[in-house]
Nanobody, 123 residues
Framework: QVQLVESGGGLVQAGDSLRLSCTAS????????MGWFRQAPGKEREFVAF???????NYADSVKGRFVISRDNARNTVYLQVNSLKPEDTAVYYC?????????????????WGQGTQVTVSS
């Protein structure tokens, strides 16, 4: 069993940056596919980025060039650096882990989820 805890969200202005963290406990996540998703009020949960065990990355078009996903296996932690934030980035950001390292952007393919961290961007 894996427990995920996100942190780093907050209220920021457009153009600002944040670093979101997702720390895992229970077992190592070094061999897991790790993803970030977000959900805005009244909208479906959407893919943001994932990173494979060997640090291959994929991003949603809406965040490409602004967000960077990374992982520190020694700390059992995944990060999402969010730059040049826009009001439309406002959402709860969730970290997720998938046991099988088969690449997927579907939220329902992931096995473990954190509780989320709120990011609010004012204009």
């Amino acid at each position: 069993q894996v427990q995920l805890v996100e942190s780093g969200g907050g209220l920021v202005q457009a153009g600002d940056s944040l670093r979101l963290s997702c720390t895992a406990s229970g077992r190592t996540i070094s061999d897991y596919l790790m993803g970030w998703f977000r959900q805005a009020p009244g909208k479906e949960r959407e893919f943001v980025a994932f990173i494979t065990w060997n640090s291959n990355r994929n991003y949603a078009d809406s965040v490409k060039g602004r967000f960077v996903i990374s992982r520190d296996n020694a700390r059992n932690t995944v990060y999402l650096q969010v730059n040049s934030l826009k009001p439309e980035d406002t959402a709860v950001y969730y970290c997720a882990a998938r046991r099988l390292n088969i690449l997927t952007m579907r939220w329902d393919d992931y096995d473990y989820w954190g509780q989320g961290t709120q990011v609010t961007v004012s204009s």
